[in-house]
């Protein structure tokens, strides 16, 4: 029978194969082989198992989620919650920060209901390096979290938050861009639990659903969500105009009040559907500077200046775009206006008219043809309804004139005709013009350009999160006010941490788009060996997939090696 035999010669361990055997009834050594030192015997049993073709494979989700949660540990996300709300409970799996924390996660890689969390969380290597195993990340878990947190805790984590990025990724805040949206949700219309979503006007166009609100602000640098406000989807947009800039004000306070020092001047942007006396009233009485812009029809008479009036605003950041710059009397005050023409918004909007104005021909061509056959039986008023809501488009209306005669039915006659000059004096009047407005007396033309084009950002934001793929609002099962509310923070905070992940990718050098920059970062994945049992249970090794050149230095710049496997 062989056994193992351990030899100690100077104070070293050796290990040898014995064989014994009975000789004359007496136990007696039959062989012994030298197996060598113990770091030996292991090299020659990896050696083995080396020369063994895995059984079987795993390939888990890697680099995608571990960004995410690198980002999160470096902002401590769990912590800041934590602080608010309240240490871990006994009975629970992981802290309410952690839980919410994870959720955001999920949010930017793969969006999917609680109930189905488990099941994504088994497709990833995150067990492995949080150390939170599947039988934490129950649903109901994560339930209990969301109801553990009030809708004043949410506020205060959010700012918070906005303090520590603004801090850790020296973020500019000296211009902030503001825009509103709605979501469509899939609420019962009968469910009482949920007043925030109400029917109203659909920017999804589903007019037929129950809608919730939401208004971000971002920074120019990186659009990055630094205050958010969740309103009842009924609620026009230019009521909740003041709620934000408030908060947008306490967030500014608390930042100096943290840093010790005096953050810049802010100068919020915003588009025409925040414009009102009030809003601007308050926007004075805080003392905050803007830049926004008005309708161009409420200026014809700036829109009638001939063009040898404007300036090349700069050739380099701007090209082609001129401008001219006056002052008016709008909502009460004198104010500085901007007129911008750019030649690029002139030939889109030259092809979307051509568009417009197209379908309006091609459905006034098909109603003269119908009445040309003498068939029809309606009156007078509903054909000449059905030209009007043909041509109801203001531009289309300029252009195209439309002539109903007959005085009955089978004698109704429909001609119509485009005038090339009513046309080419629209565009000349209108196309490629905004009319901005500005209480920054000292910023130079081309710094309200860029200023207001930023306002793009925030709408930018609203897109993403409309994504369904990744960082996306949807899927949202939640039917409660409370796990709504709760569910738009880990949105904006599944958006805070993309839009830092595509900022810090591209101040690197990597234009990516936030699906790309997830994309590529998927593309790094963890294999899982499963090697056949030489004994006991089956050994399993794992390692990242090969990378490209730009996945590996996607690897280097958020510190993938940290969390990857062996390390």
Request: with cysteine; net charge positive; glycine share 6%.
């Amino acid at each position: 029978m062989a056994s193992l035999y351990r030899k100690t010669v100077n104070g070293k361990p050796y290990w040898y194969l014995r064989e014994m055997a009975w000789v004359d009834g007496k136990p007696k050594l039959a062989s012994e082989r030298y197996l060598g030192t113990a770091a030996e015997i292991e090299a020659l049993l990896d050696a083995r198992e080396d020369a063994l073709l895995p059984e079987r494979t795993r390939h888990l989700a890697f680099a995608d989620v571990a960004a995410v949660w690198g980002l999160l540990a470096r902002l401590d996300v769990p912590g800041i919650i934590d602080a608010v709300v309240g240490p871990r409970r006994a009975d629970a799996g992981a802290s309410v920060g952690t839980y919410l924390a994870l959720a955001a996660l999920n949010r930017v890689v793969a969006p999917c209901s609680k109930l189905a969390f488990a099941d994504w969380w088994r497709t990833t290597a995150a067990d492995r390096f949080t150390a939170i195993p599947v039988r934490v990340v129950d649903h109901r878990k994560f339930w209990d979290a969301m109801h553990a947190v009030s809708v004043e805790q949410l506020a205060q984590i959010e700012q918070a938050l906005a303090v520590r990025i603004i801090d850790e990724f020296d973020l500019d805040i000296g211009s902030l861009a503001l825009d509103m949206t709605n979501f469509a949700t899939f609420i019962d219309s009968a469910n009482p639990k949920a007043p925030i979503a109400q029917r109203g006007k659909a920017k999804q166009k589903r007019s037929d659903l129950r809608l919730v609100g939401l208004g971000l602000v971002v920074s120019r640098d990186g659009a990055i969500p630094l205050v958010s406000h969740a309103y009842a989807g009924n609620k026009p947009d230019v009521t909740q105009f003041t709620t934000v800039i408030d908060k947008l004000r306490a967030s500014h306070a608390t930042l100096a009040e943290q840093v010790g020092a005096i953050p810049p001047e802010m100068t919020v942007v915003f588009d025409a559907g925040q414009n009102s006396r009030d809003n601007f009233d308050h926007l004075a009485e805080l003392e905050l500077h803007y830049v926004g812009s008005v309708p161009p029809s409420d200026v014809p008479d700036l829109l009638a200046l001939p063009r040898k009036r404007r300036r090349i605003v700069d050739a380099d950041r701007f090209p082609g775009l001129t401008a001219l710059q006056t002052r008016r009397g709008i909502y009460g005050t004198q104010r500085r206006v901007v007129l911008t023409h750019s030649p690029t918004l002139h030939a889109k909007q030259q092809a979307g008219f051509d568009q417009t104005l197209g379908k309006a021909t091609r459905q006034l061509t098909d109603l003269a043809a119908t009445l040309a056959r003498g068939k029809t039986r309606r009156q007078r008023p509903a054909v000449q309804g059905e030209i009007d809501t043909i041509c109801r488009d203001s531009w289309v209306h300029r252009v195209l004139t439309a002539t109903l005669t007959g005085d009955t039915p089978a004698q109704h006659r429909l001609t119509f005709t485009v005038d090339a000059d009513a046309r080419a004096a629209l565009e000349q009047e209108v196309f490629g013009k905004r009319v901005l407005i500005t209480s920054r007396e000292d910023w130079p033309i081309a710094e309200v350009v860029a200023g207001y084009r930023s306002q793009s950002d925030a709408e930018f934001s609203f897109r993403q999160l409309k994504d369904q793929r990744v960082v996306s609002f949807s899927p949202m099962h939640h039917w409660t006010e409370h796990n709504i509310r709760v569910h738009l923070f880990t949105c904006v905070l599944a958006l805070q941490l993309a839009h830092l992940m595509r900022r810090t990718a591209h101040q690197a050098g990597l234009r990516y788009s936030v699906r790309e920059l997830l994309a590529t970062l998927a593309g790094i994945e963890e294999s899982v060996l499963i090697y056949p049992s030489t004994g006991g249970r089956p050994k399993a090794r794992r390692m990242l997939t090969e990378t490209t050149p730009e996945q590996a230095q996607l690897a280097e710049i958020f510190d993938l090696d940290q969390w990857a496997p062996g390390t």
